[in-house]
């Protein structure tokens, strides 16, 4: 019969009783203990953010719808623009006593206009003579 004699191999001494895996499995935690998200979870928290945005907009949206009631016109008459007439002209006639400026608001918006600027001839909506 023959021997085999194995040579001794040194371990290191545990101080646990359970065994020590030789690779760890990757958690979602760093080394610094910081949560690490995925790409997958980087998109799921940025559309859940996105659907809270979304619901608190619809839920202040709600708030700020106009009513079903129509408003009551503003009454008005059309007149002509003369040769040399300014907006300024039309509206501190109208103003009687009030601010020119807000006068001539009104009218660019009745009659949707961009500038101040008139053309001889144009037909115009001023607010009526109260």
Known sequence: MSTM????????????????????????AGTDGRLRLTRRGRLVVFV??????????????????ATSEKGQPVPTDTIVVGTGVTLWDIA??????GD????????QQLNHLESGMLVAG????VPADS
């Open 5 to 28: 004699v194995l040579p001794a191999v040194h371990l290191p001494a545990r101080t646990s009783a359970r065994p020590v895996p030789r690779s760890a499995p990757r958690s979602a």
């Open 48 to 65: 859940v953010g996105l659907l809270v945005a979304v619901a608190i907009a619809v839920a202040f949206a709600g708030g700020s719808v």
């Open 92 to 97: 501190s006639a109208r103003a009687e006593g």
């Open 100 to 107: 020119v400026r807000d006068m001539m608001s009104t009218i």
């Open 122 to 125: 144009q037909r115009l909506r």
